[in-house]
């Protein structure tokens, strides 16, 4: 038997099928809708065939989703037509009314409003965990509890769940732990072989890697393939070629760009920790951080996305600082090949976060670091001098 493969020779040599597309590197995308039968007996035995209608699958579709199952380790992984999509699907696959749900407290923010609008409306009750609660999540589980929904580190204020000991509650108490796994990506943390059933990318972020195509994808192992299949079958999801090929296609380099994203992220967040406007820094690689044990524990790397709380800081010194950056974009998403800040906008419900100053996001970009540091002091100066 051959060693199993490393991820960075997964990421190149998953999903190719050369032999079927005339010796061509990549998967070309298939733009389709009706497929042909070449006679009667062939369209009855249609259950057979490999291609049977564009909505269930194409060769490019197909080539996507097998290379996020090699890198995942699943058994099956679907794609969906956003992040946000593959997690509300997620959900979707497995509650019925009368169900309830452990969500954390510091998950992606579309994803509380969907539990706490339709989901609600479907009589699914959440309800929002302190994503430092580890084991002791066992006390919040009721007889109708289903899934525990986690997001580790969770968005904007980066806590690391201990997300092991969550799968050991869950699956006791026959519930499936779903996971944001989008910061991580299965390069840095395996979330199937850390006990979770359902790993959720938003392959908008660092898989398709160029802030050019939205895409989500679900994965999971042989225990629930059926089940995820069938529903999305049913619901009439998919995700379209063209941005399958795309997310393929970044596919291919993120290893090397996650390790310049992480060593990008962490040389800002050590700087800017020194810097005298910040209270403190929120990156789960910093040994100084409350989650760096775990993650030491779990994860097997960082992305390039970190949080900084400020001292407090007047709207106007804030703007001056945002505004004098011409490296760092002003916008939302994360994952692409360019460095981002936003001021962090958040709820919390189960635990509420401390902090006396503005909190801001910051994602490190492939851009030289230096010209990164370069970048934030000016903002700084300027917001001094406002
Ligand atoms: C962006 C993001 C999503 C949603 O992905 P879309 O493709 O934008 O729908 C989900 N989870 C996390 C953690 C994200 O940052």
Redesign the pocket.
């Known amino acids: 038997m051959t060693p199993k493969a490393k991820p960075e020779t997964i990421a190149v040599a998953a999903g190719r099928m050369s032999a079927e597309h005339f010796g061509s590197v990549n998967t070309p995308v298939y733009r389709t809708s009706t497929i042909l039968h070449e006679s009667y007996a062939s369209l009855k035995a249609e259950a057979q065939s490999r291609y049977s209608y564009g909505r269930c699958g194409t060769p490019t579709t197909e080539s996507f989703e097998h290379a996020v199952a090699e890198l995942e380790g699943a058994a099956c992984t679907v794609s969906l037509p956003?992040?946000?999509?593959a997690?509300t699907t997620a959900i979707l696959t497995v509650v019925s009314a009368g169900d309830h749900i452990l969500v954390t407290d510091n998950v992606?923010g579309?994803t509380r409003r969907f539990c706490n609008g339709a989901l609600k409306r479907l009589g699914v009750a959440t309800t929002y965990f302190d994503p430092l609660i580890g084991a002791g999540i066992e006390a919040l589980f009721r007889p109708n509890t289903k899934i525990v929904f986690c997001?580790s580190p969770g968005?904007l204020t980066f806590e690391v769940s201990d997300v092991p000991a969550f799968a050991e509650v869950a699956h006791r108490h026959g519930a499936v732990v779903m996971m944001?796994n989008?910061?991580a990506t299965p390069l840095y943390f395996p979330a199937l072989e850390r006990g979770v059933d359902f790993s959720i990318q938003?392959a908008?972020?660092y898989i398709g890697g160029h802030s050019d195509v939205?895409?989500?994808t679900i994965s999971v192992s042989e225990e629930h393939a059926k089940l995820l299949t069938g529903y999305v079958r049913d619901a009439g999801l998919f995700a379209s070629p063209d941005d399958c090929f795309l997310a393929l296609r970044g596919l291919r380099t993120m290893p090397v760009r996650l390790a310049r994203h992480w060593g990008n992220g962490l040389t800002l967040a050590r700087w800017i920790a020194q810097r005298p406007e910040v209270a403190r820094v929120l990156h789960p690689a910093l040994e100084t951080d409350p989650g760096h044990t775990l993650w030491k524990r779990d994860f097997t790397g960082a992305c390039g996305l970190f949080g900084v709380v400020l001292k407090p800081v007047s709207e106007t010194k804030l703007a001056a600082f945002f505004d004098t950056l011409k490296h760092f974009g002003l916008g939302y998403?994360?994952g692409g090949y360019e460095s981002l800040i936003i001021p962090a906008q958040f709820v919390r419900t189960a635990q509420r976060f401390a902090a006396d100053g503005p909190v801001i996001r910051i994602h490190a970009g492939l851009e030289d670091a230096g010209d990164l540091i370069a970048d934030l002091t000016g903002g700084f100066a300027k917001m001094e001098a406002a």
């Open positions: 956003s992040g946000l999509a997690i992606y579309p997001e968005s944001d989008t910061w938003a908008t972020k939205m895409i989500g998403s994360w």
